[in-house]
């Protein structure tokens, strides 16, 4: 077996996991045996979150005191809001600004010695980066935009308190909705790129701050986490052309173009969480500007059935529509991946959790293909 190099790990079973399930030819996503569209459709993001650490859905007494203690995490010390100033004026990316947030967190743990197999404090340490990151994400936003950050409401849920704080006014109840349903929707996603970094680093007895920056810095990446901003990108491109939506297609694909937002490593058929998202850019649209529900959806029926992409298993994922939707909602474009960041944060730490509680060092082979015999010379003979 260890002669049998898989590039990318690809079909390779590198461990076991209760936290979710990707079937790719059925387009089915399930986090803990709920299907996707009865959590999306029922549940909040903070009862995503304790379904995802603890294993189950919690009452409605753990749910108040869960949300609680999120909520008086969400404060950031002032070293962490000042480095998010000094970060926008120095036009740094958003990816690499929570980066740079997450791991600064860990100066001010107050459980910063807890034992490193101290599963609970962990969580507790979980709990804290989940609470602060939308905070410092919102904050960094604030800078960028020449104003100061607003305070987190204690009476709103994660979803409209972001929503809240990185415009100073309180979501309708469509907007805060659909956000809390994406935040849902990337909570987990089997053992991708960022969770295995995430794992990996997990797997030393690293701290929970390393493991989640770790994840971040994985997500960064352009082959990971950040097709929908190339999918509003596109959208933008489309709208300036003053073309109709599918001779502009029609020519991009003709010259050879991909366009963002279609096929997956994974799944095989529509993302189930397309479908989700489609169905609240649909409701955005019907509140207001419907340009872009309409373009997706005419890209999407042409290159499905007109191209015939659905035949050859490329159909639309999550991000096709994320990118739409997030426009909707009045955010910035290069702030999508940290938002993404944001939710699969608590993948993330669920992932860590589990896997430390039959920990086992992560450390694959790698097959060494350079000189074996080579003779040593002396610098001054060189």
């Known amino acids: 077996m260890a002669d049998d190099l898989k590039k990318g790990l690809e079909g390779v079973l590198v461990a076991e996991s209760g936290l979710s399930s990707i079937d790719g030819d059925a387009g089915r996503l399930i986090y803990r045996g709920y299907s996707i569209e009865d959590l999306a459709r029922g549940a909040s993001y903070e009862e995503v979150l304790y379904l995802l650490w603890h294993g189950e859905l919690p009452t409605a007494d753990e749910l108040e005191e869960f949300s609680a203690a999120l909520s008086e995490e969400r404060g950031v010390h002032d070293d962490v809001l000042d480095a998010m100033e000094r970060l926008a004026a120095a036009d740094e990316r958003p990816m690499a600004a929570l980066r740079t947030a997450v791991s600064m967190f860990s100066a001010y743990e107050p459980e910063s010695d807890a034992d490193p197999e101290d599963l609970e404090a962990t969580m507790r340490k979980g709990r804290r980066i989940t609470a602060k990151i939308p905070t410092a994400l919102a904050a960094f936003e604030r800078y960028r935009q020449g104003e100061e950050p607003v305070d987190p409401h204690p009476e709103l849920g994660l979803a409209a308190n972001f929503l809240y704080m990185l415009t100073g006014e309180e979501p309708g109840d469509v907007h805060a909705e659909t956000f809390d349903q994406a935040l849902i929707l990337h909570a987990d996603h089997g053992l991708n790129a960022s969770t295995f970094t995430s794992m990996v680093i997990g797997s030393t007895m690293a701290d929970i701050y390393s493991a989640v920056t770790g994840g971040v810095s994985a997500l960064s990446g352009p082959l990971h986490g950040g097709a929908n901003q190339d999918v509003m990108e596109v959208l933008f491109e489309i709208d300036e052309s003053n073309l109709d939506p599918l001779d502009w297609v029609e020519q991009a694909t003709d010259e050879g173009r991909r366009i963002p937002g279609f096929g997956h490593r994974v799944y095989n058929v529509k993302d189930p969480r397309?479908?989700?998202?489609?169905?609240?850019?649909?409701?955005?649209?019907?509140?207001?500007?419907?340009?872009?529900?309409?373009?997706?959806?005419?890209?999407?029926?042409?290159?499905?059935?007109?191209?015939g992409l659905a035949e050859r298993g490329i159909a639309p994922n999550v991000d096709f529509y994320s990118g739409s939707v997030y426009y909707q909602l009045g955010i910035p474009i290069d702030m999508y991946t940290p938002i993404f960041a944001m939710s699969r944060a608590g993948g993330w730490v669920g992932h860590v959790l589990e896997y430390q509680e039959d920990n086992r060092l992560i450390r694959p082979l790698s097959r060494y293909t350079g000189p074996t015999d080579q003779e040593f010379v002396p610098v001054d003979e060189r």
């Open 274 to 307: 397309a479908k989700i998202l489609q169905e609240r850019s649909k409701e955005l649209a019907e509140e207001g500007d419907d340009k872009w529900y309409e373009i997706t959806t005419t890209i999407e029926q042409y290159l499905s059935e007109e191209k």
